[in-house]
């Protein structure tokens, strides 16, 4: 079993930028994908980005351009750069933790607010 402890949500102004961290404790092995999705009351979960162990990226159309992410797997430690925001971007981004078929792990969630 992982543990995911994510930081770094808040509030921001449109436009301006972000940076959420989620760092996983427990026994890890790879391959591994670590990512983020984001949650609005009342929708379903949304994909945001994932980034695996051999840092292969992959982007929601929504926020290509906008965000990176990125890992430090020196600290198990995931990031979502988080630019360019928008007011419809505010949303529960969760973190995610996958390791092969049987391991799929959440985070608590952090908000994030964007302000117009």
């Known amino acids: 079993q992982v543990q995911l402890v994510e930081s770094g949500g808040g509030l921001v102004q449109a436009g301006g930028s972000l940076r959420l961290s989620c760092t996983v404790s427990?026994?890890?092995?790879?391959?591994?994908?670590m990512g983020w999705y984001r949650q609005v009351a009342g929708k379903e979960r949304e994909f945001v980005a994932s980034i695996s162990s051999g840092d292969s990226t992959n982007y929601g159309d929504s926020v290509k351009g906008r965000f990176i992410i990125f890992r430090e797997n020196a600290w198990n430690t995931v990031y979502l750069q988080m630019n360019i925001l928008k007011s419809e971007y505010t949303a529960n981004y969760y973190c995610?933790?996958?390791?092969?078929?049987?391991?799929?792990?959440w985070g608590k969630g952090t908000l994030v607010t964007v302000s117009s």
């Open positions: 995610n933790y996958k390791e092969g078929f049987n391991l799929d792990q």
């Open positions: 427990g026994r890890i092995f790879t391959p591994n994908t």
